[in-house]
C-alpha cells in the first residue's frame, strides 16, 4: 500500500522565482492538505483540495495557489518567492484529522 | 492568543520513565484530536487519532481528550531511545478541514 508520496525532496530557488511542488495521495484517498512548516515551528495549514476544487484556504497569500488532478494527486505553487517561504512543504491525504503525510519538500530560497 | 498551546520542551527523560505531553486549546469546536510524531528531517507520522472526549489506549501509547477542560495529552509507558522526536498534537473542527497544528514538543529518551 502506497503511501503518501512528494517530490522534489529538496529544492532550492532565488527570490521571485516560482516553484512548483507535487503530491500523490494515499491509495484510496481523494483528499489532499498542503501544510508550510518552518524550521521549530508546527505544519500551517495552506489549503484543501477535494473533487479538483479548493475546498478551504488558510491564512496564506494568493501566491500560493493549487490544482488538484482527477487522479487525486496535487500541485502546490508559489508565485513571485520570498526568503521566508524556505520551509519544509508537507502534502497529506484523508479527512477529518485522520491525515497520513508525506516525507516533504525542502524548499530554500536564497 | 495561538489556538493551540504545546509546550516546546525540550523533555529529557531516562529509558523506562513514563512521559507526559499536553496541549490546550481555545476553540470549542474542535471534534477531532490526534497526535503525530516527526522525527528530524520526516513527515509527521500519526500515532493516535480520536473524535470527542475520552481515552484510547494503542499499545505504549495513551490518548486522554477533556473537552470540558480544554486539553489533551499523551502518555508513552516504558519510553525508549527511539522514541526521541518531536510530538505534535492537532485538531481538526466537525464540519471543518483545516487542522491546526501545536508548535511540537522535542522529547529526550536517555539510554
Known amino acids: 500500500d502506497a503511501g503518501v508520496t512528494q517530490s522534489p525532496t529538496h529544492l532550492i530557488k532565488t527570490r521571485g522565482q516560482q516553484v512548483t511542488l507535487r503530491c500523490s495521495p494515499k491509495?484510496?484517498?481523494?483528499?489532499v492538505s498542503w501544510y508550510q512548516q518552518a524550521l521549530g515551528q508546527g505544519p500551517q495549514f495552506i489549503f484543501q483540495?477535494?473533487?479538483?476544487?479548493?475546498?478551504q484556504r488558510g491564512n496564506f497569500p494568493d501566491r500560493f495557489s493549487g490544482h488538484q488532478f482527477p487522479n487525486y494527486s496535487s500541485e502546490l505553487n508559489v508565485n513571485a518567492l520570498l526568503l521566508g517561504d524556505s520551509a519544509l512543504y508537507l502534502c497529506a491525504s484523508g479527512v477529518n484529522g485522520e491525515q497520513y503525510f508525506g516525507p516533504g519538500t525542502r524548499l530554500t530560497v536564497t | 492568543q495561538k489556538e493551540v498551546e504545546q509546550d516546546p520542551g525540550p523533555l529529557s527523560v531516562p529509558e523506562g520513565a513514563i512521559v507526559s505531553l499536553n496541549c490546550t486549546y481555545s476553540n470549542s469546536a474542535f471534534q477531532y484530536f490526534m497526535w503525530y510524531r516527526q522525527y528530524s528531517r520526516k513527515g509527521p507520522e500519526l500515532l493516535m487519532y480520536?473524535?470527542?472526549?475520552g481515552n484510547k489506549e494503542d499499545g505504549r501509547f495513551t490518548a486522554q481528550v477533556d473537552k470540558s477542560s480544554k486539553y489533551i495529552s499523551l502518555f508513552i509507558r516504558d519510553s525508549q531511545p527511539s522514541d526521541s522526536a518531536t510530538y505534535l498534537c492537532?485538531?481538526?473542527?466537525?464540519?471543518?478541514?483545516?487542522?491546526?497544528f501545536g508548535a511540537g514538543t522535542r522529547l529526550f529518551v536517555k539510554a
Open positions: 492537532a485538531m481538526t473542527p466537525t464540519g471543518g478541514f483545516k487542522t491546526i
Open positions: 480520536t473524535y470527542s472526549s
Open positions: 491509495s484510496g484517498h481523494d483528499t
Open positions: 483540495y477535494y473533487e479538483e476544487e479548493e475546498r
